[in-house]
């Protein structure tokens, strides 16, 4: 019983979360493109700095390693960018396509950003199933609660997920199918957090780090540079409003469901 329970809350959650972003980012804000790449950056950057990592510092584990997997995550995510980079690149070089190289280069740079934003999504929503799974594990009501905060906290998020996903192409049914099996990994999170819940909490802070490193090397590496170019004094006000938004969005959210 508890396990269908653990199932039923980290699915709502994992997935209910990408599917009422997408409602938001396709549909009432489908028309804020610009915009929404401001919004995104923000709330990629206080999920960072305002949920995980203050979550992972409040666990018995020492600020060197966790810092330490601060900066091997980064360091990873570079490399993962400079992978993809390259591997287009030189498929570019074979091509014989060598007019369109500088902004062939710069729309993969944006394209590998996604793959990290997916892997550190997939490694947050497992962190997320284990927090879920200990909750229900303890209370059934506590694991409903549970399961509803990091839903509501995971929607501007997302939103902001999808937004770097539909840089990689235009193509919305591909990113919401990508946001949506990363947030499955929810799921899996509940399930061996349910047979190993006890040996995987020790480990849940370096989870929490790791998906941080994705969230801010994305946000600083990928967005933020497309935000830094000549606009007027009306698009740089907009641009900090929408950053402003992003970023109070995951404040409030994740303020409220830690004081439920």
Same mark, same amino acid.
């Given at each position: 019983?508890?396990?269908?329970?653990?199932?039923?809350?980290?699915?709502?959650?994992?997935?209910?979360?990408?599917?009422?972003?997408?409602?938001?980012?396709?549909?009432?804000?489908?028309?804020?493109?610009?915009?929404?790449?401001? !919004?995104? +950056?923000?709330? #990629?950057?206080?999920?960072? /700095?305002?949920? $995980? =990592?203050?979550? *992972?510092?409040?666990?018995?584990?020492?600020?060197?390693? !966790?810092? +330490?997997?601060? #900066?091997?995550?980064?360091? /990873?995510?570079? $490399? =993962?960018?400079? *992978?993809?980079?390259?591997?287009?690149?030189?498929?570019?070089?074979?091509?014989?396509?060598?007019?369109?190289?500088?902004?062939?280069?710069?729309?993969?740079?944006?394209?590998?950003?996604?793959?990290?934003?997916?892997?550190?999504?997939?490694?947050?929503?497992?962190?997320?199933?284990?927090?879920?799974?200990?909750?229900?594990?303890?209370?059934?009501?506590?694991?409903?609660?549970?399961?509803?905060?990091?839903?509501?906290?995971?929607?501007?998020?997302h939103m902001g997920d999808l937004v770097v996903l539909r840089q990689t192409s235009n193509n919305r049914r591909a990113a919401l199918v990508k946001v949506t099996l990363a947030g499955a990994v929810t799921a899996l999170g509940g399930i061996v957090g349910y047979v190993l819940v006890d040996q995987l909490f020790a480990y849940l802070p370096f989870f929490l780090i790791i998906a941080s490193s994705s969230f801010i090397y994305v946000a600083l590496a990928d967005l933020i540079p497309q935000?830094?170019?000549?606009?007027?004094?009306?698009?740089?006000?907009?641009?900090?409003?929408?950053?402003?938004?992003?970023?109070?969005?995951?404040?409030?959210?994740?303020?409220?469901?830690?004081?439920?």
């Open positions: 019983m508890t396990l269908i329970a653990i199932l039923m809350g980290t699915l709502a959650a994992g997935i209910g979360s990408v599917w009422l972003a997408a409602v938001l980012s396709f549909g009432v804000l489908a028309r804020y493109t610009q915009h929404m790449l401001s !919004l995104a +950056a923000g709330a #990629l950057l206080a999920t960072a /700095f305002m949920h $995980l =990592l203050p979550e *992972a510092f409040e666990s018995q584990a020492t600020p060197q390693a !966790l810092f +330490a997997t601060l #900066l091997a995550g980064l360091v /990873f995510f570079f $490399l =993962l960018d400079k *992978a993809e980079l390259w591997h287009h690149g030189h498929e570019h070089h074979d091509s014989g396509h060598d007019h369109g190289h500088a902004h062939h280069g710069h729309d993969h740079g944006t394209k590998s950003g996604g793959w990290a934003v997916l892997a550190g999504d997939s490694v947050h929503a497992f962190g997320d199933g284990i927090l879920i799974a200990s909750a229900f594990m303890a209370d059934l009501r506590l694991g409903v609660v549970a399961a509803l905060a990091v839903l509501v906290h995971e929607v501007p998020h935000l830094q170019k000549r606009a007027s004094a009306r698009e740089t006000a907009a641009q900090v409003a929408w950053l402003a938004i992003g970023i109070g969005l995951v404040t409030l959210i994740s303020t409220l469901a830690h004081q439920h």
